[in-house]
Nanobody, 117 residues
């Protein structure tokens, strides 16, 4: 059964850092790109970053460029989102997503990130 499980969220002060993890199972991890999305209260879900199946050519939303880094570890079937210089506007539930013609669109359950003093 395909699963994406996010972890690593929490409460952090402005300027702080967090590393989110997306643990994948039930499919051939190395064959698919994985994306990170977030949804703040009262707002639509938005794309944050995406990494290709090979790990090359990651892309980022303008709002997080230079602060967030996406990576993947094939040995652990995990995609990471390292977040630095966090701002209150980064507060949201963060989700990872798999999109494929074979599996369709799959989301994890999300992990809450709160940036507040």
């Amino acid at each position: 059964q395909l699963q994406l499980v996010e972890s690593g969220g929490g409460l952090v002060q402005p300027g702080g850092s967090l590393r989110l993890s997306c643990a994948a199972s039930g499919f051939t991890f190395d064959d698919f790109a994985i994306g990170w999305f977030r949804q703040a209260p009262g707002k639509e879900r938005e794309g944050v970053s995406c990494i290709s199946s090979s790990g090359g050519s990651p892309n980022y939303a303008d709002s997080v460029k230079g602060r967030f880094t996406i990576s993947r570890d094939s040995a652990k079937n995990t995609v990471y989102l390292q977040m630095h210089s966090l701002k209150p506007e980064d507060t949201a539930v963060y989700y990872c997503k798999l999109s494929s013609s074979y599996y369709g669109i799959k989301w994890g359950q999300g992990t809450q990130v709160t940036v507040s003093s």
